[in-house]
Nanobody, 126 residues
Framework: QVQLVESGGGLVQAGGSLRLSCVAS????????AGWFRQAPGKEREFVAA????????YYADSVKGRFTISRDNAKNTMYLQMNSLKPEDTAVYYC???????????????????WGQGTQVTVSS
């Protein structure tokens, strides 16, 4: 059983930066595509970014392109999300997830992911 634990969230002013971490443990953790999603109050969970297991291929939501960067350190079983130029609309709970059993592709759909962390709150003040 894979366990994912996010950290790094917090309160930041607009224009600031945060780096989220996702540490995996358990059966061959983080040897599969993995991604970041977020969910704001009253809204559906939405895709933020994803990367293949070696991070050679990266995918981003249009709303975060050029501001967020996903990276992985598989030797540390850790995935990161560097978030720059943060905006109040980035406020949400951020989740990391691992895509194990589904075929490649469709990285933007939450139902394609099999393991999820508990989430970390990011709040951006204006």
């Amino acid at each position: 059983q894979v366990q994912l634990v996010e950290s790094g969230g917090g309160l930041v002013q607009a224009g600031g930066s945060l780096r989220l971490s996702c540490v995996a443990s358990g059966r061959t953790p983080l040897r599969y595509p993995a991604g970041w999603f977020r969910q704001a109050p009253g809204k559906e969970r939405e895709f933020v970014a994803a990367a293949t297991w070696n991070a050679d291929n990266q995918y981003y939501a249009d709303s975060v392109k050029g501001r967020f960067t996903i990276s992985r350190d598989n030797a540390k079983n850790t995935m990161y999300l560097q978030m720059n130029s943060l905006k109040p609309e980035d406020t949400a709970v951020y989740y990391c997830a691992e895509k194990v059993f589904s075929p490649p592709g469709n990285y933007q759909y939450p139902n394609q992911y099999d393991y999820w962390g508990q989430g970390t709150q990011v709040t951006v003040s204006s």
